[in-house]
């Protein structure tokens, strides 16, 4: 155990990964609409030590009752459309939606119409887009602090 | 390969006279021959080879093979659903793929005392796919779970039929993020049968080189996973990073990190000069020291591994009647791997891994990936001595209606069976290694504790979205 923590200790060091000077935070639900599993495993590594996205105060909830952001993923299928509803319903108020990767922008979409609601904007008010297929880690981490800056801005 | 189309009775009596003589069930898929409906099974031989069994559905029906191969359930409930064709015998014969009913048609039914349902998804806790679970339970003992899965239905294979030949690979291969490479090798492997192409070994070779730089990304993800599924958090960031070098190996190489547009039909557009290639093993060799240190530390760690002996057990015989495949099959003393049956990639000399303790729980299926990794990244490192070129296939071969391919996902066989109109393509079928251990999952998760589920779950780690495409 203790190697792991040396290894991961070092990792830290040579990523030079630091957290900013003044605390802010915004807690994130992640909803799967139809994606390829794409960008599930990027915003995975967004929270893992190398982005690290923790340390600017961005976490994953559990649940859309403790979340800020909904991050949704996928061309938003016909099948998750009433569930992505269910989950924006239960979210406290202010609240913001992240459009995430390519399919959830209805950027390049690849499958059968029928099947397929459409981009995300078109079931929810989208506040911010990160597009990519699927964006970098460090993508999803920066654009999600961008919209922390401009909620702070906003606020003051 | 051509697949003549037989009658009801006779089409049983092959599938059955094959599954005697030692092949075995990979894939079941409804399509057109000509104006007529039809349904064609896909067999395998222990030695590779493939056959396909077609049988005519003029009036709709066709009489079921579940009996003879368990394994064949969910491809023939949706068959049923996709292409409305019934299974004469197959009862009953639940929806698998179509939302549309309520779930008491869907849910296995229990009744008895003290036995309540747990409803999970399709959104769940974490940063994972979307689909629904529903545990019948007593208490905290698992009974029984249906596992009700293709929320994320793209109609991936309709949206592929009519495109030519060429252009498929990109929309049938982005199904899965996970299985990219593997899905597009198995396409494309169909489609030059189909056209009489031959790969050279140079194509074999490079195409051998992304199937691993795949696979080996996947396996350091997949340990990372169970490790995140008992909440042990060190062991999970640091096969995090390992996971990160190599999707950043795989940009340096391709210039994607899930290596997305690195196949196509016909032959091989991968390019490395000696500068790629030895900076390549350099960075694998480092994740080699990187995840052998990590995962003895994994081993020597009492309260890790004691949560791994013992749950979710998949033994062989069921494993092979509900034809389970890679890892997880392995993990249960099914020593079956396509790598060792490839022609038409560069696996010369490939040995399937065998673990000592073939028992087929959860601890299993942990270590063969740990064991896999290794002869992975041998290969690796074997392909990747010297520079890769674009090469293209040799082309003049017989010409065919029908192509299959298949090939060793990350996650166990995968089969893409692709019939041809023309230059187009008429129907296609991609039946992923999570496909066929999807009903494994529910089978290693009865008589378990609820709370094991998660775990005994993430020692499959098997996709959603190639199985919904």
């Known amino acids: 155990m203790l190697t792991l923590l040396r290894d991961l200790r070092k990792l830290r060091g040579a990523t030079a990964l630091s957290a900013p000077d003044r605390g802010r935070s915004l807690a994130l639900r992640h909803v799967d609409c139809g994606s390829c599993n794409g960008c599930e495993h990027e915003l995975t590594l967004a929270s893992g030590p190398t982005v690290d996205m923790a340390r600017f105060g961005l976490g994953i909830v559990a649940s859309p009752r403790h979340a800020d952001v ?24 202010p ?17 059968s119409d029928d099947q397929i609601v459409g981009p995300v904007e078109s079931v929810l008010p989208v506040d911010l887009r990160i597009p990519g297929c ?23 | 390969m051509s697949a003549p189309l037989r009658d009801g009775t006779t089409y049983r009596e092959a599938v059955a006279a094959a599954l005697a003589d030692g092949w075995s069930f990979a894939g079941l898929h409804a399509t057109r021959s000509g104006d007529v409906p039809a349904v064609r099974t896909l067999l395998v031989s222990r030695s590779g080879d493939v056959c396909l069994e077609s049988v005519e559905a003029g009036n709709g029906s066709v009489p079921t093979i579940v009996d003879l191969a368990p394994a064949a359930g969910w491809d023939e409930r949706e068959a049923r659903d996709l292409y409305g064709i019934a299974f004469d015998g197959h009862e009953p014969l639940r929806p698998l793929v179509d939302h549309d009913v309520p779930l008491e048609h869907f849910a296995t039914s229990v009744r008895g005392r003290d036995a309540y349902q747990v409803a999970v998804g399709p959104i769940h806790a974490g940063v994972i796919e979307s689909g629904h679970f529903r545990f019948h339970v007593v208490g905290d003992r698992i009974l029984h779970v249906d596992a009700r899965l293709f929320h994320k239905h793209r109609g991936i294979e309709r949206a592929c039929e009519g495109l030519p030949l060429a252009y498929g690979v990109r929309t049938l291969a982005r199904a899965c993020a996970g299985c990219w490479v593997t899905n597009a090798v198995a396409y494309a492997h169909a489609c030059e049968q189909l056209l009489g192409q031959q790969p050279t070994p140079e194509v074999a070779r490079a195409r051998t080189i992304l199937l691993e730089l795949e696979r080996v990304w996947n396996t350091l993800n997949d340990i990372g996973a169970m490790c995140a599924g008992v909440g042990l958090a060190a062991g999970n960031n640091r096969f995090l990073a390992l996971t990160d070098e190599a999707r950043s190996l795989n940009a340096l190489l391709t210039g994607h990190r899930f290596l997305f547009g690195s196949v196509a039909v016909g032959g091989s557009d991968l390019g490395l000069d000696v500068h790629a290639t030895a900076a390549a093993r350099e960075t694998l060799t480092r994740i080699r020291r990187g995840s052998s240190r990590a995962w003895r530390e994994l081993l020597f760690n009492g309260s890790f591994m004691d949560r ?25 003393g099914l020593l079956e791997d396509v790598r060792e049956t490839s022609p038409l990639l560069a696996y010369e000399g490939f040995e399937t891994a065998a673990l000592r303790r073939q028992v087929g729980d959860v601890q299993a299926r942990l270590e063969q990936r740990a064991l896999e990794l290794l002869p992975c990244l ?25 192509g299959v391919g298949r090939v060793e996902s990350p996650r166990g066989a995968t089969a893409c069976v692709v019939e041809r109109d023309g230059d187009r393509i ?34 499959f780690e098997l996709c959603y979205a190639c199985v919904d495409r």
Request: with cysteine; net charge neutral.
């Open chain 2, 378 to 402: 041998d290969i690796l490192d074997r392909l990747l001595s010297g520079p890769v070129r674009p090469a293209a296939n040799e082309h003049g071969g017989p010409e065919s209606p029908i």
């Open chain 1, 70 to 93: 909904l991050l949704v993923t996928g061309p938003v299928t016909t099948r998750m459309r009433e569930a992505l509803l269910i989950a924006y319903a239960a979210m406290p108020e």
């Open chain 1, 134 to 156: 699927p964006p970098t880690p460090d993508a999803i981490a920066a654009a999600l602090l961008a919209l922390v800056d401009a909620t702070t801005t906003a606020r003051r």
């Open chain 2, 426 to 459: 008429a129907r296609l079928r991609l039946r992923t290694g999570s496909y066929a251990n999807w009903p494994a999952v529910a089978s290693a998760a009865a008589d378990n504790l609820l709370p094991d589920f998660p775990l005994i779950n993430k020692s």
């Open chain 2, 308 to 332: 791994m002996s013992d749950i979710g057990v998949v033994d062989a015989e069921t494993a092979r009647s509900l034809g389970v495949v890679g890892p997880a099959a392995r993990a249960a």
């Open chain 1, 95 to 111: 609240r913001r939606v992240a459009a995430l990767g390519d399919c959830a922008l209805g950027v390049d979409v690849l499958g």
